[in-house]
C-alpha cells in the first residue's frame, strides 16, 4: 500500500488498518508515498468543469431550451446523478439486470430540481417577480432554493399537515412564503392557479411546460450514461404524472434523432389509496375521475393528477402498463433500499414494490433489463422511517424493522453481545 498511517506528535507510522491514535496519544493521519502526477488526468475525469454544461440538464440544452440566452440560466448544478445495482434489491425484485437511478441525489434531494432549474430560468425571461406553486413538499423545496438564488419571492401552497417535516423546513429556510391550505394537495393546485391568475405570479407546477422540459432530462442522462442502450423497461412512481409525461416525451424526441432505436415500456405506479390514473387505465372512460387520496407516501398523495392526458398518450405510446402499490408494499420495499446502503423516500419505494409486482404477474420478465426511479431522498421524509422500525405507522406491520435498542449501562459488553446476536 502506497499509504501509511503516520502520528502527527512523533511521527512513528503504522500500517492503515483500525488503529487510530498513536502508542503516544497522539492523532494518526495519511501519507501517501509521493508519485509525479499529471494534472490533466484530474481536468479530463472533471470534463467539461464550468456551469451550465456540467449540469445534468443543461448539458442537453439544445434538446430543452435551445433559444435561453445562457445568462438566464440558474442552475446549482442539477443533475448528474447515480445509477445503483444491489443485488439484495434485485432478488427481492426477482430481476437481475435491476438497476436504480437515484434522483434523490439532485441538490435539494428530489428530481424537482430538473423541471426547477428550467421553468426558474425561464422566469427570469419572462421578467417575473413571484414564481408560485403547489405541492406535496419535493416541489415546494425546489422552487424555494431556486427562487432564493434568482432573487425571486416564492410563494408554496401546501396541504396542511400533510407534507413531509424536513420538506417544510426547506421550504421555510429559503425563504419563500409558505401557506398552509386546509385540504389535500388538490385543493392546493386549484388554489395556486387561481391566485397565479389574480397575481401574476408565474406558477411553477409542472402544468407548466418548462417542467416537463427539464424532468426529460432524467431520461436522457439515463440513457446518456448506458451509451444510449435503452433498458427494456423504466419504472417511475406517479403522483401528478409529470415524470410519465416527461419520460414518454424524451423518448419519442431520442427515437426522432436517431439516438436510440427501441423505447422501453414505461410502468407508472400509483399508490393504491391514490390511484386515479390506474383507475383510468385498467377500467377506460374518456376522463380521469378525481378522487380522495390515501396514502403514507405523501409525496404521490393526489387524487387530481394534472398531467393525466399526457401521461395516458406515453403509457399507450411506450406499450406501457400502470401499476397499484399497497402502503405495505411501498414500506417494505423501502426497507429493502435503504437496507442495501442506497435508500430513498417512501413514494420513491413505488418503483421498486411495482417492478416486483409486475415480474411476479409475469409482466416484467426476470431476465428484462429494468431501471427503477428512485425520485427523492432518504431524508427527506425521516419521520415515516422512524415510525416504521418502531411499529408506529398505522395499519402496516414492520416486517423488516429495525428499532433501536436500549443499552444496559451496567454490563455494557453483555448487552452489546445481546444486540448484535440479533
Ligand atoms: N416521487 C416524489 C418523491 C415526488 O415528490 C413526486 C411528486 C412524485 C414521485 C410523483 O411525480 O408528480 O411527476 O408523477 N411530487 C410533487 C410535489 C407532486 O409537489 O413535490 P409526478
Redo the contacts with the bound molecule.
Keep these: 500500500m502506497p499509504s501509511k498511517f503516520r502520528c502527527i506528535r512523533c511521527s512513528r507510522e503504522y500500517e492503515p488498518g483500525s488503529i487510530f491514535r498513536c502508542e503516544c496519544g497522539g492523532l494518526l493521519e495519511v501519507i501517501h508515498e509521493p508519485i509525479k502526477w499529471d494534472r490533466h488526468i484530474v481536468d479530463s475525469r472533471l470534463c467539461p468543469m464550468g456551469v451550465p454544461y456540467s449540469s445534468g440538464v443543461w448539458r442537453y440544452k439544445e434538446l430543452i431550451h435551445p433559444g435561453l440566452y445562457a445568462g438566464f440560466i440558474v442552475t446549482r448544478p442539477e443533475g448528474n446523478t447515480n445509477i445503483y445495482h444491489r443485488g439484495t434489491v434485485s432478488d427481492y425484485v426477482g430481476v437481475d439486470k435491476l438497476t436504480m437511478k437515484h434522483e434523490g441525489e439532485n441538490p435539494t434531494g428530489?428530481?424537482?430540481d430538473r423541471g426547477i432549474t428550467v421553468a426558474v430560468s425561464e422566469a427570469l425571461r419572462q421578467n417575473a417577480k413571484a414564481v408560485a406553486?403547489?405541492?406535496?413538499?419535493?416541489?415546494?423545496a425546489s422552487m424555494a432554493a431556486y427562487a432564493a438564488q434568482a432573487n425571486l419571492q416564492g410563494i408554496v401552497f401546501i396541504p396542511e399537515g400533510e407534507i413531509a417535516y424536513a420538506k417544510l423546513s426547506q421550504a421555510l429556510a429559503y425563504g419563500s412564503k409558505v401557506v398552509q391550505v386546509p385540504g389535500s394537495?388538490d385543493d392546493a393546485m386549484r388554489i395556486v392557479q387561481e391566485a397565479s391568475r389574480e397575481l401574476g405570479l408565474y406558477l411553477l407546477n409542472?402544468i407548466n411546460p418548462w417542467r416537463v422540459e427539464g424532468?426529460k432530462t432524467i431520461i436522457l442522462e439515463l440513457l446518456h450514461q448506458r451509451g444510449w442502450e435503452p433498458p427494456d423497461w423504466i419504472v417511475?412512481?406517479?403522483?401528478?404524472?409529470?415524470?410519465?409525461s416527461a419520460f414518454g416525451k424524451a423518448l419519442a424526441e431520442l427515437v426522432e434523432l436517431g439516438w436510440i432505436d427501441s423505447v422501453p415500456r414505461i410502468a407508472s405506479i400509483q399508490a393504491e389509496g391514490a390511484a386515479p390514473f390506474y383507475k383510468l387505465w385498467k377500467y377506460g372512460g374518456s376522463e380521469l375521475e378525481a378522487l380522495h387520496p390515501e396514502t403514507v407516501a405523501t409525496?404521490?398523495k393526489?387524487g387530481n393528477?394534472v398531467?393525466w392526458e399526457k401521461a395516458l398518450r406515453v403509457i399507450r405510446e411506450t406499450d406501457g402498463v400502470v401499476e397499484v402499490v399497497t402502503d405495505t408494499e411501498i414500506m417494505e420495499a423501502k426497507a429493502i433500499v435503504d437496507a442495501s446502503g442506497v435508500g430513498c423516500?417512501p413514494?420513491?419505494a413505488a418503483s421498486i414494490a411495482g417492478a416486483k409486482k409486475l415480474t411476479a404477474a409475469g409482466i416484467i420478465r426476470p431476465d428484462d433489463d429494468v431501471v427503477c426511479v428512485l425520485?427523492?431522498n432518504l431524508l427527506?421524509d425521516p419521520d415515516t422511517t422512524v415510525k416504521y422500525h418502531t411499529n408506529k405507522l398505522k395499519g402496516i406491520q414492520p416486517a423488516r424493522s429495525n428499532a433501536p435498542t436500549q443499552l444496559d449501562a451496567k454490563s455494557i459488553s453483555a448487552s452489546l453481545r445481546r444486540i448484535l446476536s440479533k
Design positions: 428530489s428530481f424537482k406553486c403547489a405541492s406535496t413538499g419535493n416541489t415546494s394537495f409542472s424532468q417511475v412512481p406517479a403522483g401528478n404524472l409529470g415524470n410519465t409525496a404521490i393526489i393528477p398531467s423516500e413514494a420513491s425520485t427523492g427527506k
